[in-house]
């Protein structure tokens, strides 16, 4: 029992959490009807929904990610129409039927026929909505149920945790309502501002649904200032791995990361070593713009199979090294049943563009699957946050592992085995791949790189050092600094600089950068027509000679003929602050980024 009541618990907290805001306007909207009329049966109905998607998310797997996204869908339907009736009774009055009924039954039940016993069930349809909306964003407490029942399969005990999980949080809200019921009361009867109080709630109910239609109760709102709610949840998870050993769970991640539950998978012992939990569910793949080397794959088309996602877009200095690792595991286990699957998802403006992915695609060797998210809803559906970012989901359609970051391979390839050899893979390739990329997917140097990633567009721009800063969105002469301090940069010559790039307007524009690391790279795009734009590099005020990066030659000449990252400086070692300079022969050119390595 003392599981049930930590998870009743859980959910008494789940207020103190910003996952409980996108609840708050349909819960408020209420405040104004008596409580065991109106507030109780639209807790009722909010548990119960919650509690019954969630049993279905243990029990479904994949496929029920997709009925609760639909769910979702017409949820904010049926919200953004109780929020209109409440905002504006006069237009729902000439609604046709029968939304009309409908919507006027949940704003305003028994307006028509004032003698009329109050519905029951009209707060209770509008709970089950609301519960629709809360049951994709909760916390480590949620993670540690749904992952139980993932692992020693879903029962009934299962659905009990869950609708105690449900009752927690409803009790915190039914406190909240009741408090929020005389408060209204009171305004109602001594300023008579109940139309306006009214109105107000409706204009809530339309924020949150379009807050929600955004992603940004799963998204934004999941990652505010949650930190001590969640530490009080993982404290609780910490009591419970040291009070019940016997537990097939024990401690959950903190809310920097997604919640990882440390287990054994289903009986079978892991082929290292390492305790795997349950992370979540594969989520839906739908939403990707276009798909490379592949049909549209789906969780159910993958099912069978462990699938290694990544995270990537080709800009980014980090994912290019990854690179390498992922060819060769890609080749190296297919037939054991390894699917590695990219996902694109684009930094820059230039990366949404399907004929630039497309080549980079090809230009980088890549010949596994790659969905490219150009509106980041395969990114949400896994909560990701970082480019490179590696999932690994097991053939039975659970993400097990993820990984944020280049380098922790080895680990990486472990997990792989391991997911393999659980799904019954008898030829299991042994060892572990050491490639040896070239060019910008070489292997980042051993010491870490004091300069850090710095961007040319004014959104992101800091460490400026061109006398009277940056004008934005306008042509402007810039003349560089006397010198330049370690990690600042300076323009010259006449740029236009953008909200995420700088653009040169005229010819012979210059840009320095005083760094420490062994590597320099420049983000760049050619002029708007496509023209090449002709350069030379400068380190210390000479050629590079022996220090060369990729896309330059010992002169530190160099052509710009597409939107890419150009590798420009390759040291053998990196110990000092140096001076880069670097001046454009032509027109037009982009600038987007400075990485280094």
Known sequence: MIIVAIAYLGGVLTILSPCILPVLPFVFARADRPFRSHGLPMLLGMAFAFAGIATLAAVGGGWVVALNEWGRYAAMALLALFGLTLLLPAWADRLSRPFVALGMRLSQPGAEHPSARPSFLSPLLLGIGTGLLWAPCAGPILGLILTTAALNGASAGTSLLLLAYAAGACTSLAAALLFGGRVFSALKGSLRTGEWIRRAAGAAVLAGVGAIALGLDTGLLSQLSSAGTTRLETTLLEKIGHKSPSSPLSQSDTAAEAPVMLATAAGREPVAARPLGTQGVFPSLAGATEWINSEPLTPESLRGKVVLVDFWTYSCINCLRTLPYLRAWADKYKDAGLVVLGVHAPEFAFEKRLSN???????????????????????????NRAWPAFYFIDAQGRIRHHQFGENQYQEAEQVIQQLLAEAGQSRIPSGLVAPQGEGVQAAAPATGALSEETYLGYERAHNFASPGGVA??????????????????????????ERERAVLNRVDGRIAYRFHARDLHLVLGPSADGKPVRFRVLLDGKAPLADHGFDTDAQGNGTIDGQRLYQLVRQAAGGKDRLFEIEFMDPGVQAYAFTFG
């Open 357 to 383: 992915v497309r080549k980079a695609t090809r230009d980088l060797g890549i010949g596994f699957p790659v969905a490219v998210d150009n509106d980041f809803a395969i990114w949400r559906r896994f909560g």
């Open 472 to 497: 934005r969105d306008r042509a402007n002469d810039y003349r560089g600094p006397a010198s330049l301090r370690a990690n600042q940069w300076a323009l010259a010559g006449d740029w236009t600089v």
